[in-house]
Structure formats: C-alpha cells, structure tokens
C-alpha cells in the first residue's frame, strides 16, 4: 500500500468534501486527530490548499462513500500501479522550510517551559534545530530573545501530534522523577519532634525559693 504523500492537505480536502469524521480521516492522513480539529477550526494549516487523494489516485470514490456510511470503517489506500522503490530511512535532522525556520526558537521555548525532561538531542531531532540554538534560547542570549514566545511545535507545523506525543510518552518517566526530587525539595528539613527532658520540668529549687519569700520581700521594691 502507498502512504499519503501530503497528509494535512489530503485531510484539507476531506475535510471540505466529505462527510468522514476527524479519526477516519487521522488515520487515513497519518495524523492526530486532534490535529485533524486543528485543520477543520482553522487552527492549523490555514490557507492551506487541499489536495484530491481520489485524482491523486490513493483514494477512491466508493472508498469514501464505505466510510461515511459507517464511521467505524476505516478507509484503506488504494493499490498504487506504480512500482514503489522503498526508500532508505534518513538519518539526522529533519528538513524544515525556510519559512518554518524562524520559528524553532519558539517552539524550543515552549519545551524548556512545559516539558524541561525532553532532552536536547530529542527536541533537535524532532524539530531540525541545533543544540546551541537551544542552549541560547534557554539562558536567552539567542539573538532574537526579546521576540521569542513558547509556541507548540504542531501549531508550528514542525512536527505532527503523534511524533510530539512519542516523544514526551518516552519522556515520560524522565519527569515523573523530576517531579518527585522537586516535591522533596519543596518539603525541606523537618523539625524535629520535641524531647521530654525530666529535670526541664524540676522545679523544686524554684518553689523552695518562693517559700522562703515573705510579704517584706514583696512590698520592698514599692517602698
């Protein structure tokens, strides 16, 4: 089966054209189906054009129609009749268009804010920055700090909803441990329960003293 060359503009397209629900459409796209909300309320590839999967002949007429009739149906790629050539794995930093790559910074800002136990290497990984790019927005010597706002690397379009979920599931773990030693810290030292100590209680010398005080002693110092 062919994968879905052009996932958000194919789900453009669904979206304004057909009746299928956001998570038959996730997941003939690829996509979250959070994401696929995103795209119908405008929130995430706005102005995009949509692309016809059924000219581009990944999907079929009566394809669609199956999945309206019953939202459970889960639409299938058509067979391609061209020979598909696997293509190796690429390794390294994703390519990210020119007109993203002014964004990284924000997005970047917005792990170190919301998710700090995402390692550097997994957010250069996943959005195609730098380890100094990220060393800078964090101690905010990047040259355009003043300007950077923690943005969501999918309202960003970098990455998708479910690249950016694997990465925090596997991180997972990383802050769950992070929050704990941060509630240690915030509870401090204890104090220390009190110790009943017998001779703090031993006043017979006091008493003893106040015996041998008589009404002279008393009236002495208002004379």
């Not at 996932?7 to 979206?15: F, G, S």
């Not at 040259?143 to 599931?169: F, H, K, M, Y």
């Not at 929050?179 to 810290?185: G, N, P, Q």
Request: charged share 30%.
């Amino acid at each position: 089966m062919s994968e879905v060359l052009m996932p958000k503009a194919t789900a453009v397209w669904l979206l304004d054209n057909t009746s299928l629900t956001f998570a038959q459409i996730a997941d003939f796209c690829g996509l979250h189906h959070l994401e696929v909300k995103g795209i119908a309320d405008g929130d995430v590839a706005e102005n995009m054009r949509g692309v016809d999967p059924i000219a581009g002949g990944i999907l079929s007429r009566e394809e669609i129609q199956r999945g309206e009739n019953d939202e459970s149906y889960r639409l299938k790629v058509a067979e391609s009749k061209i020979a598909h050539i696997p293509q190796p794995k690429r390794k390294g930093s994703r390519y990210t268009p020119v007109i993203r790559r002014q964004d990284k910074p924000d997005a970047v800002a917005w792990f170190i804010r919301n998710h700090p136990e995402v390692s550097d290497a997994q957010i250069s990984k996943l959005i195609g920055t730098t380890k100094s790019t990220i060393n800078n927005v964090r101690d905010k010597s990047h040259w355009n700090s003043p300007n950077i706002r923690p943005v969501d690397p999918v309202t960003l379009g970098l990455c998708t909803q479910i690249e950016l979920d694997e990465v925090i599931a596997k991180s997972a773990e990383k802050r769950r441990k992070m929050e704990a030693e941060k509630a240690l810290r915030s509870e401090g030292p204890g104090l220390a329960p009190a110790q009943d100590d017998p001779d703090a209680y031993d006043t017979s010398e006091e008493d003893a003293a106040k015996k041998d005080v008589s009404a002279d002693d008393v009236f002495r110092d208002f004379s």
